[in-house]
C-alpha cells in the first residue's frame, strides 16, 4: 500500500472537531491553550457552535452545567494547569449528575521546558480521578479522535463527567527559543 | 453607602421581581438567594444553587445560550458574584439579550456571620459591569427602580446587570430542595427539554 502524502493524512486535530460535530456539541467553553490552537479557530469559526472564550476554567464548568439545563451539550478546552482551577466547581457537576467533557492539553510532562507547569501537570489525572471523572488518555494521534468520541457518548448517555488528557508528546512541546 | 434601613427588604426584592415572570427561568446563587426564591414560591423553573460559590451568573450564561427563546434571569448575593466576577468579563464579550444578572447587594457576606464584603468598602459592583463591557446596567436603591429592571428583563435587547441595594438582615430560612438531581430534572422536565 501507497504511504499517504503528509498533507493527505487527516489532522487530530480536525479529526477531534469531528467527533465534537458528530456529538451535535453546541457551545464549547476556553481559555486559550497553544495545543487547542487549531481545535479553538475550527469552533470559533463554525457557524452552530457557541465559542465562549473564559477567564478561567471553572466558569466552564458551570457554563456547561447552564447549557445542559437549557438542552444543548457543551465541551471544554483547556490545559491541565487550569484543571487545578476548577476542583470546587466540579462539585456541581457532580451533585446535579450532569454530564462534562473536558479536552485537557497536557503541560508539565513529555520534555517540559518550564518547571512551573509540572506540579499540576503530574497532578492532573490525580485530581480528576479525586473528584469521581472518567480519565482517558490519548498518546497516538490515531487515538486522538475515538477517545474524545467515546468520552463524549458515556458523558451525554449517562450523564458522567469525563475528562480526555491530551498528552504532551502528541501536542509536541512548546518551543521555547525560536 | 445608603443606611442599612433605607435599603429594600431582600424577600420583598425577590417577589418584585417574580411577580410578572411569565415564562421567565431563573438561576439562584449559594446562600441567601436560593432561600429567597424559595420564600417567594418554589417553582420547577428556578434552578437553585446550594454550592458551587461563584457559578450563578455562569450557569445563567450557559442557559441562557442554550434558550435564545426565554428570558433567563440570575439573581445572587454580593459575596457569590465577588467569588466569579471573572465572568462578568465573560458574560461582557457574549452579551446574549436574554440574559440579566442582578446581585442582592446587602455588603456582607450574610451566610456566615455578616463579614463586611468587598463591596462594603471599595467595590463597586455596577462600575465593574459596565467595564466589562455590559450596555445596561441598573444601580437599584428603591422600588421604583426595581420595578422599572423588573420589566425590562422581559424586553431587554442585551444583557443586563443590576445591583439592588439589600438590607443586611437575616430573614428566616425558606429552604427549597436541596436534591441537585432532582432540581436538574424537574427544571429541564418544566422548560420542555426532557
Same mark, same amino acid.
Given at each position: 500500500?501507497?504511504?499517504?502524502?503528509?498533507? $493527505?493524512?487527516?489532522?487530530?486535530?480536525?479529526?477531534?472537531?469531528?467527533?465534537?460535530k458528530a456529538a451535535e456539541i453546541r457551545q464549547v467553553g476556553y481559555v486559550p491553550d497553544a495545543g487547542h490552537a487549531r481545535l479553538i479557530e475550527l469552533c470559533c469559526d463554525d457557524p452552530e457552535i457557541h465559542a465562549v472564550p473564559l477567564?478561567?476554567?471553572?466558569?466552564?464548568?458551570?457554563?456547561?452545567?447552564?447549557?445542559?439545563? *437549557?438542552?444543548?451539550?457543551?465541551?471544554? @478546552?483547556?490545559?491541565?494547569? *487550569?484543571?487545578?482551577?476548577?476542583?470546587?466547581?466540579?462539585?456541581?457537576?457532580?451533585?446535579?449528575?450532569?454530564?462534562? !467533557?473536558?479536552?485537557?492539553?497536557?503541560?508539565?510532562?513529555?520534555?517540559?521546558?518550564?518547571?512551573?507547569?509540572?506540579?499540576?501537570?503530574?497532578?492532573?489525572?490525580?485530581?480528576?480521578?479525586?473528584?469521581?471523572? @472518567?480519565?482517558?488518555? !490519548?498518546?497516538?494521534?490515531?487515538?486522538?479522535? $475515538?477517545?474524545?468520541?467515546?468520552?463524549?457518548?458515556?458523558?451525554?448517555?449517562?450523564? @458522567?463527567?469525563?475528562? !480526555?488528557?491530551?498528552?504532551?508528546? @502528541?501536542?509536541?512541546?512548546?518551543?521555547?527559543?525560536? | #453607602?445608603?443606611?442599612?434601613?433605607?435599603? =429594600?427588604?431582600?424577600?420583598?426584592?425577590?417577589?418584585?421581581?417574580?411577580?410578572?415572570?411569565?415564562? =421567565?427561568?431563573?438561576?439562584?446563587?449559594?446562600?441567601?438567594?436560593?432561600?429567597?426564591?424559595?420564600?417567594?414560591?418554589?417553582?420547577?423553573?428556578? &434552578?437553585?444553587?446550594?454550592?458551587?460559590?461563584?457559578?450563578?451568573?455562569?450557569?445563567? =450564561?450557559?442557559?441562557?445560550?442554550?434558550?435564545?427563546?426565554?428570558?433567563?434571569?440570575?439573581?445572587?448575593?454580593?459575596?457569590? #458574584?465577588? #467569588?466569579?466576577?471573572?465572568?462578568?468579563?465573560?458574560?461582557?464579550?457574549?452579551?446574549?439579550?436574554? =440574559?440579566?444578572?442582578?446581585? &442582592?447587594?446587602?455588603?456582607?457576606?450574610?451566610?456566615?456571620?455578616?463579614?463586611?464584603?468587598?463591596?462594603?468598602?471599595?467595590?463597586?459592583?455596577?462600575?465593574?459591569?459596565?467595564?466589562?463591557?455590559?450596555?445596561?446596567?441598573?444601580?437599584?436603591?428603591?422600588?421604583?427602580?426595581?420595578?422599572? &429592571?423588573?420589566?425590562?428583563?422581559?424586553?431587554?435587547?442585551?444583557?443586563? &446587570?443590576?445591583?439592588?441595594? %439589600?438590607?443586611?438582615?437575616?430573614?428566616?430560612?425558606?429552604?427549597?430542595?436541596?436534591?441537585?438531581?432532582?432540581?436538574?430534572?424537574?427544571?429541564?422536565?418544566?422548560?420542555? %427539554?426532557?
Open positions: 500500500m501507497q504511504a499517504l502524502a503528509a498533507a $493527505e493524512i487527516p489532522d487530530w486535530r480536525d479529526e477531534i472537531f469531528a467527533a465534537l477567564t478561567s476554567e471553572e466558569e466552564g464548568v458551570a457554563l456547561a452545567a447552564g447549557a445542559w439545563l *437549557g438542552g444543548q451539550r457543551a465541551a471544554l @478546552l483547556m490545559q491541565s494547569s *487550569g484543571v487545578g482551577n476548577c476542583i470546587n466547581m466540579l462539585s456541581l457537576t457532580k451533585t446535579c449528575r450532569f454530564p462534562l !467533557v473536558m479536552l485537557v492539553a497536557m503541560r508539565g510532562e513529555w520534555a517540559e521546558f518550564n518547571p512551573w507547569q509540572v506540579p499540576m501537570g503530574s497532578k492532573t489525572r490525580a485530581a480528576l480521578e479525586l473528584c469521581d471523572l @472518567l480519565v482517558y488518555r !490519548v498518546e497516538q494521534p490515531e487515538e486522538a479522535a $475515538e477517545t474524545v468520541a467515546a468520552a463524549l457518548d458515556i458523558a451525554f448517555n449517562g450523564d @458522567l463527567a469525563t475528562a !480526555v488528557l491530551l498528552s504532551q508528546r @502528541l501536542i509536541g512541546s512548546k518551543r521555547w527559543v525560536k | #453607602m445608603i443606611a442599612n434601613e433605607r435599603r =429594600l427588604d431582600r424577600r420583598a426584592a425577590m417577589r418584585i421581581l417574580l411577580e410578572s415572570r411569565s415564562d =421567565l427561568l431563573l438561576v439562584t446563587g449559594l446562600g441567601s438567594t436560593t432561600w429567597d426564591a424559595a420564600a417567594a414560591g418554589d417553582d420547577d423553573r428556578n &434552578f437553585y444553587l446550594w454550592g458551587a460559590m461563584g457559578s450563578a451568573a455562569m450557569v445563567g =450564561l450557559g442557559l441562557a445560550i442554550a434558550r435564545s427563546d426565554r428570558r433567563v434571569l440570575v439573581v445572587t448575593d454580593d459575596g457569590e #458574584m465577588l #467569588m466569579g466576577l471573572g465572568s462578568l468579563a465573560t458574560i461582557g464579550v457574549q452579551r446574549p439579550p436574554n =440574559l440579566a444578572v442582578a446581585v &442582592f447587594d446587602n455588603a456582607h457576606y450574610g451566610e456566615t456571620g455578616m463579614q463586611a464584603s468587598h463591596a462594603a468598602e471599595a467595590v463597586e459592583l455596577v462600575a465593574v459591569a459596565r467595564a466589562c463591557g455590559f450596555k445596561e446596567t441598573f444601580d437599584i436603591i428603591d422600588e421604583l427602580g426595581l420595578r422599572d &429592571f423588573a420589566a425590562r428583563i422581559h424586553d431587554a435587547p442585551t444583557t443586563l &446587570f443590576a445591583r439592588i441595594a %439589600i438590607r443586611a438582615d437575616d430573614p428566616p430560612r425558606v429552604l427549597p430542595p436541596r436534591d441537585g438531581v432532582l432540581l436538574k430534572t424537574r427544571f429541564r422536565r418544566a422548560t420542555g %427539554i426532557d
